[in-house]
């Protein structure tokens, strides 16, 4: 079954800097991938996705870029703010499977200003 | 109305006791889901329902008993839980399974004393 490493577990920056997170997955056949944030005590929130036929999204400061070769993608978070700390979960999945999301093991942002 | 609703929202138990929690969405999405999160790690899933039929699951328990009345409405019934299934409940709705974005309810966090 789909296996998804997520790195780093923790991750400090300084307000204003950019943060990346990057995921390996090990399903070729994964072809959807989100990315969420969960602040402490709040739901997951989705807030950028890649499907395989795209190797790069942006969304403002955030963007997604995934290497289907390498099987691996990153989420980039420029000009990072305090309220940016949470953590952030990367997943994967296959809809041919029918697989329902493959969650790595989450990334604690914290940006100090 | 883009948002997943779940009552309630703390739950205290005893391990002999019977309740529900319950979860609700009117975006007329067919998938649902339902999973486990204990503190600074993943959402686990625990079960899928597609089209209101059991889809996923994931070797749970027979002391969690999961029920779709209806396409917006899905129960998780518990009883004679163990300390251990202390956790935040997520439940989840998709347009379908897989690739579509999941939206995720803001949780019950259950303790089981």
């Known amino acids: 079954g789909e296996n998804v490493e997520q790195h780093p577990s923790t991750l400090s920056v300084q307000e204003g800097d950019s943060a990346v997170i990057k995921c390996t997955y090990s399903d070729s056949a994964s072809n959807y991938f989100p990315w969420y944030k969960q602040e402490l005590g709040k739901r997951p929130q989705l807030i950028i996705d890649?499907?395989?036929?795209?190797g790069e999204k942006k969304d403002q400061r955030i963007a997604v870029t995934l290497n289907k070769t390498a099987k691996h993608f990153s989420l980039h978070i420029t000009e990072t703010q305090p309220e940016d700390s949470a953590v952030y979960f990367c997943?994967?999945?296959?809809?041919?499977?029918?697989?329902?999301?493959?969650f790595g093991k989450g990334t604690t942002l914290s940006v100090s200003s | 109305d883009t948002e997943v609703t779940q009552t309630p929202k703390h739950l205290v138990m005893g391990m002999t006791n019977k309740k529900s929690l319950k979860c609700e969405q009117h975006m007329g999405h067919r998938a649902m889901y339902w999973y486990k999160q204990k503190a600074k790690k993943p959402p686990e899933l625990m079960f899928v329902y597609s089209y209101e039929k059991l889809s996923i699951n994931e070797s749970v328990p027979s002391r969690f008993s999961p029920e779709c009345p209806n396409s917006s409405l899905l129960n998780l019934h518990l009883h004679a839980l163990q300390p251990e299934d202390s956790a935040l409940y997520l439940c989840?709705?998709?347009?379908?399974?897989?690739?579509?974005?999941?939206?995720f309810g803001p949780g019950t966090r259950l303790t089981v004393t």
């Open positions: 890649i499907r395989s036929n795209v």
């Open positions: 989840a709705s998709s347009e379908g399974l897989a690739v579509y974005e999941q939206y």
């Open positions: 997943a994967a999945s296959n809809s041919q499977a029918g697989t329902a999301l493959i």
